[in-house]
């Protein structure tokens, strides 16, 4: 729905502003008595109401209707030609005391004179408009004369201004406006008429008159008036200043553009677009007597967003580049207040929203598409982001674009995280002004850093909020024990050791979220630096020092692979041995790539598998757990957290205990029953996808196989599938039916679930962890240096095996509760690795 209030006509106001006054007049000549005119003078009367009517666009009829009043005695035709010219259209032409001089003879005579103009130019000079026009008609007719004998000079304008109205930086004018103007003149019979392109506008004027002038004459005023009752489109302004003396000064208030106006509702959710070709989309919304509250989010691109005030004044803008959500917030106003000072009656506390092209996007030829939520907070709830209408409890209400309702508890609404966030957080090194890479990059959804300052002796903090204008943020530092406060750019010069610098963001209503950065110069006092740090090349420093003061108990142990990175990397970029799935990634994809296995894994791109190499983009604690060590460890594996790993998956409250015979493979095989949990879910599905999970293959019924042993990719029909049957029924040597010792011993074959899942386990522990590849990136990444032929036995060609089983492992510790356990993790370190990382395509 957009708003578009109709105007008033300029002849329709005119015809009921005559209708008005001749009513008026009409009043007076029935107590004045108006005499019968004669047939000569009623003659030259319906010709002078005819050619007065000519001045202004009154239409034919309402000449007829004038004409009949006067033949009537109604009214004098004196009154209806200074009706006519002291109206506001008339006036409006910004009519000469010559030019009406001439226009009252033509009127009068039917064309120019110019004797009989001068002598109307000589009574203007003593009198006023209205009785210069019923002079000049008594000299043709003392019955065309005025009624009610009008006299004197009236009062008499002599100076007037009316400051411009001008649109905002957004090139509109929304809002209530003001317009303050000022006029010197003799008398108090002084009125103002406000316009919007010559049609008479609904305007509020207030008086005040300046004490501090000694010119009595001299009055201030203000015009206010509402651009919510204006047409969309540009407009001219100006006011036409009345007084008794029948003239009018005609006063331009500038030109401004009004904004189309899509109107939305507080809790309401919308999906809305910039137009291509148009630079913005405006919207107004009526808080009622709430805060103002709107989210953006499902950017297809940067926007930049801005609010105003009920009086159209820029309340704030924001502009977050990179960052998928924008966001703006208002305080309640006092409407009534606004009332109270304008004159304007119904207001409300209306807001009003522009939202614009991001000023780094050149392309105006696109749509430009987001979703706005308006509400404190917003979720993504069941594919679709939702206003959040009660935040109460540990429920939360949701409602939709197509205003459903859900009741949800809390923690499963997803709560978009963006009150109390930032938007940006630069630290540069104060004696090079350069930045420097705190540890992870920013990412507004990260709140831990670590920084180890290494040669940096003093920095410089930068940052802003994703409010932006509408919250606050205060940055401390506290080095040892000593806290101080920090402003934005200010020099901070690091002390040994440690200092924690945390930024608090404040919303304009309260809540409050905190960022914190480590910072570590030097030794520390916990003996981190001297037993750990010093063991790993310098580039590791900020991720690990970052990990201790969250994990404090976790350890780290290098190990030296004595490989280049690149010749790594060239190894595990070839032959297929690092695939990814097209259809979930497709920029990853490595160009003309053939498919490796059904139905389209296909090798990954250089610039993919070294990310997923390099172990400094996974030093956070969701991410480390792909360089854990794998054996089974009593003090940190349970069943509980088994059932916590495969909540939801095909192992989820099936008949057979799959928690405890998972757990009791990682027992006996002495491996973590974590590791093989996640291990099956990777491997055959969440949903058990694969038909290995059920013993499902056709020709190979009644054969398991949940760990995808021996299920190497082909093109062949059955693909990898097949070759994993194949496997649990007789081993490597399905051609010879043979299966060995070694093989017997790993529970072959594998015709039920329990000895598919025991079996597989004892296996991964001989071939993989029993060898030195104990943990989830070694078993991805052959890169032992072990004397053995390296990158061939790898156990998933899938580049991202050891990252998504990793973060699964985490997932599950924190379900339980284990995450502050005391974890070993083994980290490669390579030569030559390269300067830059954290990377994909």
């Known amino acids: 729905m957009y708003i578009r209030r109709i105007e008033y006509i300029a002849a329709a106001v005119l015809f009921a502003v005559l209708g008005a006054v001749l009513a008026v007049i009409t009043a007076i000549s029935l107590d004045t008595g108006i005499s019968d005119p004669d047939r000569k003078t009623l003659k030259a009367a319906d010709d002078i109401v005819m050619r007065a009517g000519s001045l202004t666009s009154i239409s034919d009829d309402e000449v007829r209707i004038a004409k009949a009043r006067v033949e009537d005695g109604l009214i004098s035709c004196g009154d209806y030609v200074i009706s006519v010219m002291t109206s506001p259209e008339y006036l409006l032409k910004g009519v000469s005391d010559e030019q009406f001089a001439n226009d009252l003879c033509t009127v009068i005579y039917g064309e120019a004179r110019q004797k009989e103009a001068d002598r109307i130019l000589d009574n203007l000079k003593e009198y006023s408009r209205v009785v210069a026009i019923d002079k000049a008609l008594a000299s043709e007719s003392r019955k065309l004369r005025a009624t009610g004998n009008p006299q004197g000079q009236g009062s008499v304008i002599s100076s007037v201004s009316l400051e411009k109205t001008s649109d905002q930086p957004e090139q509109y004018t929304v809002g209530i406006k003001e317009s303050k103007g000022s006029y010197t003149a003799t008398g108090d019979e002084v009125r103002t008429d406000f316009f919007v392109d010559g049609s008479l506008f609904y305007g509020y004027l207030k008086y005040s008159v300046d004490k501090s002038s000694n010119n009595s004459n001299y009055k201030e005023f203000v015009l206010s008036w509402d651009t919510a009752d204006c047409a969309p489109g540009r407009h001219e302004v100006y006011a036409l200043l009345r007084s008794s003396d029948g003239r009018g000064t005609v006063i331009s208030g500038g030109e401004i553009t009004i904004p189309e106006k899509l109107i939305i509702e507080p809790g309401s959710v919308e999906e809305s677009f910039i137009p291509a070709g148009e630079p913005n989309s405006w919207y107004m919304i009526d808080c009622k007597d709430e805060n103002c509250y709107i989210n953006f989010a499902g950017l297809s691109d940067d926007i930049r967003v801005s609010l105003y005030d ?38 409300s506390n209306c807001f009003y929203v522009c939202v614009s092209r991001a000023s780094s996007d050149p392309d105006t030829e696109k749509d430009v598409r987001f979703t706005m939520i308006q509400s404190r907070e917003c979720a993504y709830f069941d594919g679709s982001y939702m206003a959040v209408t009660d935040e109460g409890g540990s429920n939360v209400k949701l409602k939709d674009m197509a205003d459903n309702t859900y009741d949800v508890e809390r923690e499963k609404a997803g709560i978009v995280p963006i009150n109390g966030t930032l938007s940006s957080l630069i630290m540069a090194d104060y004696a090079s002004a350069k930045n420097v890479d705190l540890y992870p990059k920013f990412d507004y959804l990260v709140r831990d850093y670590g920084f180890y300052a290494g040669n940096t002796k003093g920095i410089a903090l930068r940052c802003s909020a994703l409010e932006g204008y509408s919250a606050d943020i205060k940055i401390t530092a506290d080095s040892n024990g000593q806290e101080r406060e920090l402003t934005q750019g200010e020099i901070f010069e690091l002390p040994n050791g440690e200092t924690e610098i945390t930024l608090k963001i404040t919303s304009f209503d309260g809540f409050a979220d905190s960022y914190t950065i480590y910072l570590l110069n030097g030794n520390d006092s916990g003996g981190f630096y001297q037993n750990t740090l010093s063991k790993f090349p310098v580039s590791y420093y900020s991720g690990l020092w970052l990990l201790h003061k969250l994990k404090p108990s976790y350890v780290f142990k290098p190990y030296y692979t004595n490989l280049s990175f690149n010749t790594a990397l060239e190894a595990e970029s070839s032959y297929g041995r690092s695939l990814i799935e097209k259809s ?22 250089s610039e993919v598998v070294s990310y997923f190499m390099d172990p400094r983009n996974f030093f956070t604690p969701e991410k480390i757990f792909m360089f854990e060590m794998l054996g089974f460890d009593p003090k940190v594996h349970t069943i509980d957290g088994v059932k916590e790993i495969i909540r939801g998956s095909f192992m989820d409250g099936a008949d057979k205990d799959y928690a405890r015979v998972i757990f009791e493979a990682g027992k006996e095989a002495g491996v973590s029953p974590y590791f093989l949990a996640s291990r099956i879910i990777q491997e055959m599905g969440y949903k058990g996808e694969s038909a290995l999970s059920r013993g499902e293959v056709t020709g190979f019924e009644g054969f398991y196989n949940f760990y995808n042993i021996g299920a190497y990719a082909t093109t062949d029909p059955g693909g990898a599938v097949v070759n994993g049957a194949k496997y649990a029924q007789w081993g490597k040597d399905w051609d010879g039916k043979e299966i060995t010792d070694q093989e017997a011993s790993f529970l072959l074959p594998w015709t039920s679930a329990d000895k598919a899942i025991k079996g597989g386990a004892k296996w991964i522990a001989s071939g993989y962890i029993d060898k030195g590849q104990n943990t989830l990136y070694f078993q991805k990444f052959d890169v032992l240096d072990d004397g053995t032929e390296k990158y061939n036995h790898q156990y998933a060609q899938n580049i991202m095996m050891a990252y998504s089983e990793g973060r699964r492992y985490y997932r599950s510790y924190a379900s339980i509760g284990m995450t502050d356990a005391g974890f070993e993790f083994i980290i490669p370190v390579y030569n030559y690795m390269p300067d830059t990382y954290g990377s994909l395509p």
């Open 310 to 347: 009920l009086k159209g004044e820029l309340i704030g803008t924001n502009e977050n580049p990179g960052i998928p959500y924008a966001m703006l917030r208002g305080k309640q106003q006092d409407a009534a207040a606004v009332a109270e000072e304008t004159g304007i009656t119904g207001v």
């Open 584 to 605: 979930s990634y497709p920029s990853y994809v490595k160009p003309n790539s053939k498919v490796y296995d059904k139905p389209d894994w296909m090798a990954a791109k």
